[in-house]
């Protein structure tokens, strides 16, 4: 199927991509010429590096979120595809400073075997390296099973928090230590309202009617919790944060940080009335918001939609998560 998208060779979209990306943001960020990996430039000694891969498709996730005070590299592969452990062995070396490397893991089970396979090499070559994985999708599976939830656009408060948190020159155990309190802190959900489509068939990734929205799709168009008709974004929201705030819980008197993170078809004027009412229904319970994130971070080709993300702070996470970095795919 012909696709309306500004390509070249389907089968080269992920290299074009890297192409241009390396082309616009050089000055701070390279690929290693000999693996499929993104580093920042000008490592500094002494401080735990941070490491992820991920799948391309999901622009600017994960190469748009290497940076000072985010991730220090990123191991990517395919469309949708988990990179190879080979790869992320060649991201974990690059990382390494002498003080060891956290890979973060969302829990999808490409993800997840690669990267064990890839931190226990590291770890044969005496490079010192754990993993931590992360979960938040809520209607992946119910609460009390929270070790089997997929990761989704939640894992974005990982990067930001542990990243500056590693910056600061912490301990690997102590690095790894803050990757777990985030991730136990934070829940997401996502509604999908147009399915995304493969950049190289053009095919749909599933359906949806015209009439109806998905609550609770994965970022690979994984199965819906449910579905339900379209309403107005005040409607929605109340059924997400109801959702997100029971899973938790989140009370009254805490203070959290919020992703309203658009899909990749999604409008920041949609993006923007949805936090709107998400931070009525927030203050109507008490709970208040520092310093929210909204735009389009982890997105899935043209997918319609958002997801909606929570993570309950304490003062040592809110001064991470404020912390300023250069990575091109992500502000606040």
């Known amino acids: 199927m012909k696709s309306k998208k500004f390509i070249n060779d389907p089968d080269n979209i992920v290299e074009d991509t890297i192409e241009g990306f390396i082309n616009a ?21 002494g401080k735990v ?3 992820i891969g991920n ?22 592969g395919g469309i949708f595809a988990a990179p190879g452990p080979d790869t992320l062995y060649d991201a974990i070396e690059a990382a390494d400073t002498g003080e ?35 979960y938040d999708d809520i209607a992946s599976s119910p609460k009390g099973q929270e070790e089997e939830r997929r990761g989704t656009a939640g894992t974005l408060f990982s990067y930001k928090i542990v990243g500056s948190y590693a910056e600061e020159g912490h301990s690997l155990e102590k690095v790894v230590k803050m990757a777990k309190k985030v991730r136990d802190n934070t829940r ?26 998905e609550i609770g799709m994965g970022v690979h168009g994984e199965a819906a919790a449910h ?7 005040e409607e929605i929201a109340k059924v997400m944060c109801e959702r997100l705030i029971e899973d938790k819980p989140y009370l009254e008197g805490d203070e959290i940080t919020v ?9 920041y004027m949609e993006l923007l009335i949805f936090y709107n009412e998400v931070q009525k229904i927030l203050n109507e319970k008490g709970i208040k918001i520092y310093k929210p994130a909204i735009g389009n971070f982890i997105t899935t080709q043209e997918m319609g939609g958002i997801a909606l993300g929570f993570c309950k702070l304490d003062d040592e996470m809110k001064k991470m998560w404020a912390k300023e970095t250069d990575a091109p795919g992500f502000n606040i």
């Open 100 to 134: 060891g490397v956290c890979v973060l893991i969302s829990n999808h089970a490409g993800d997840v075997i690669n990267s064990k396979m890839a931190i226990d090499m590291a770890q044969d070559d005496d490079i010192n390296c754990e993993g931590v994985i992360l």
């Open 227 to 233: 579905t339900m008709k379209i309403s107005t974004a």
């Open 259 to 267: 992703i309203v993170n658009g899909c990749g078809q999604t409008t």
């Open 49 to 51: 590096g941070l490491v």
């Open 55 to 76: 799948g391309s498709g999901h622009e600017p996730a994960c190469i748009g979120f290497v940076g000072k005070n985010m991730l220090t590299a990123n191991g990517y």
């Open 25 to 45: 943001y050089g000055d701070r960020i390279k690929k290693l010429s000999n693996s499929d990996v993104i580093i920042r430039k000008n490592l500094e000694k």
């Open 188 to 213: 997401t959900l996502t509604v999908a309202t147009v399915p995304g489509t493969s950049p190289i068939t053009g095919y749909k990734m599933f359906e949806i009617d015209d009439d109806e929205i």
